[in-house]
C-alpha cells in the first residue's frame, strides 16, 4: 500500500520461450528460475499474481504452497504473448497499480521495486525502468490504463467514460493490445522513466538465451553478484 493505492505484483512465467523450453523451471544455481521473482516479490508485495499456461498450474501451486499472498492466476489462450499475460492480470487483481515482472530475471532487487514505487503519483499511468532501453516487463502501471489498453479501439471511448479515476495516455484511439509492441504502449502512457545507474543495471539482466542462463549461472556460483561484469 502507498498512500492509500494498493499495488499488485504480476509475475509473467507464461511466455512462448521458444529458445528456452520450459524456462521459468529450468534450474539456475539449484532453484527453479521463476523463484528468483517469487523471492523477490514475497519481501515487498501482498498481492502477487503469477501469470501461467495451464500445464503448468500443478509445478506452480507447489511453488506458491503456504504463501496466502501468492495466487497462480491461468491465461485462457492459446496466444501466450505478453498481452494475454497484461490482460489476465487486470482481470484477476482489483489493484490500483500492477507491477509487470518477467519471470526470468534472477538478480530483480527489492530496492529496484521501492525505486519505482516512490515515483507514483496520481498525474502518471507508468513508471518504467530504463537502462540502455525501456524495461516495460519491469515496470508499474495503473490498472485502468492497463485495462483500457486491452478494449477494442472501436469501443474504446465508451468504454473509457465509465472507468472511475482513468487518466487518458496520450493517444489512446491509435494504440491497442492487438497492435504495437509493450515498450511503444509504455511509451504512450503518461510515463515516468526512471534511468537505471550503470553499477544497478544487472537487476534488470533477463535469461533468453543459453548463453544469458550460463552467464547468469557463472555469477551466482562464485558468489559476486553485487555488480556482475557481463552487465558493466
Sequence with gaps: MFHGEKICCAILAGGKAERLPDKPFILLNGKPLVSY?????????????????????????QLVKGKKQMKVAIENSSDFSPWNGIRTAVRNTGADWILL?????????????????????????????????????????????????????????????????????????????FEGSVTRFAESLKNEVVQIPEEKVFWLFNINTKEDFEKAERILQSGSNRHPPFCQ
Design 101 to 177: 515482472l518477467a519471470c526470468d530475471m534472477p538478480f530483480i532487487n527489492v530496492k529496484l521495486f521501492d525505486l519505482l514505487i516512490s515515483k507514483i503519483r496520481p498525474d502518471i499511468d507508468c513508471i518504467i525502468p530504463r537502462t540502455d532501453r525501456l524495461q516495460p516487463l519491469c515496470a508499474l502501471y495503473r490498472r485502468t490504463a492497463l485495462e483500457v489498453c486491452w478494449m477494442r479501439t472501436e469501443t474504446f471511448s465508451g468504454a473509457a467514460e465509465n472507468l472511475k479515476d482513468f487518466r487518458a495516455h496520450r493517444n489512446p484511439q491509435e494504440v491497442s493490445i
Design 37 to 61: 521473482a517469487l523471492d523477490s516479490a514475497d519481501m515487498r508485495f501482498d498481492e502477487i499474481l503469477v501469470i501461467a499456461k495451464k500445464e503448468q498450474e500443478e509445478r506452480l501451486e
